[in-house]
């Protein structure tokens, strides 16, 4: 059964966010709670990947916490000679997916679960790469380190999928605001979200659309398209050039 986020309704005093145990039973929820468009970014994502899958090549999900994206990577994907690699640095989460995913698939599903820092993913063969809120988490000063090795490491006609929560460029807090009535109408309450804020603080580094794009190009991306937003979430969609 998939369990309720009420990981912050209790007042708390201190502390920074971690992808910990406790976090990675209520993921699901949380996810679908908090990100607006999460369930139609991550289906979206397996329907692009079959597209642009290329025979005897590798599929990567970084930072895949308990395997939303890769699940719907295995529903859009049937080229038996490809291989999921998905990895996210969380003992918690890579414990949880593979509780799930052995719960639905049994063991010998060819996806390849890894705990590893992204930091250090060798990538080869790549058609498909997909960073799903999960450059947010990475500091500012290595994030363009990590584009630069998926751009090596995708094969030509390869495509990188990234969704991101962004800075707004608007001056008024419009987004901002809609989001927090998201969240409420979502049922989490004004003291959950405040303080979750409060933990996110130092550990997630938004950028503007603007930022990512010029990452992305400075990264050797020629050719991104922004394919989906909602407030303040987006997701980008580049290509290796042929
Ligand atoms: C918001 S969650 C991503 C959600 C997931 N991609 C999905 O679509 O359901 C961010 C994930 O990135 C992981 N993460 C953060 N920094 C990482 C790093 N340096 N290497 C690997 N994983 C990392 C976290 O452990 C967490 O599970």
């Known amino acids: 059964m998939k369990k309720k986020d009420q990981l912050s309704k209790k007042y708390l005093t201190s502390g920074s966010w971690k992808f910990n145990r406790k976090v990675s039973e209520v993921f699901h929820d949380m996810v679908h709670r908090s990100i607006p468009g999460y369930k139609n970014i991550s289906d979206t994502i397996g329907y692009f990947s079959q597209k642009f899958v290329q025979p005897k090549s590798n599929i990567y999900d970084l930072g895949c916490a308990i395997g939303g994206v890769t699940e719907s990577i295995i529903k859009y994907v049937k080229n038996e000679d490809c291989k999921i690699i998905s990895i996210d640095k969380s003992s918690d989460m890579i ?3 593979k509780k799930r995913f052995s719960n639905k698939y049994g063991e010998n599903f ?3 679960i890894m705990k590893q820092d992204v930091l250090k993913t060798d990538i080869r063969n790549a058609s ?3 960073l799903n809120f999960t450059l947010q988490f990475i500091r500012p ?4 380190y990590i584009l630069k090795r998926i751009y ?8 990188l999928i990234l969704s991101e929560k962004v800075r707004s460029e608007n001056k008024d807090n419009l987004f901002i605001n809609a989001h927090k009535d998201f969240k409420l109408s979502n049922g989490y309450s004004t003291l959950e979200i405040s303080q979750k804020e409060r933990m996110l603080k130092n550990v997630m580094f938004v950028e503007s659309i603007r930022q990512n794009r010029y990452r992305l190009k400075h990264s050797g991306f ?6 989906f937003q909602y407030l303040n ?3 980008l969609i580049t290509f290796k050039l042929q």
Request: charged fraction near 25%; avoid cysteine.
């Open 152 to 159: 090596n490491g995708l094969n030509k006609g390869g495509i």
């Open 141 to 144: 000063s290595k994030k363009s």
């Open 95 to 97: 414990d949880e997916f």
């Open 128 to 130: 498909v790469v997909i």
């Open 233 to 235: 979430f987006i997701s």
């Open 110 to 112: 060819s996806v390849k």
């Open 222 to 227: 020629r050719r991104t398209v922004l394919w």
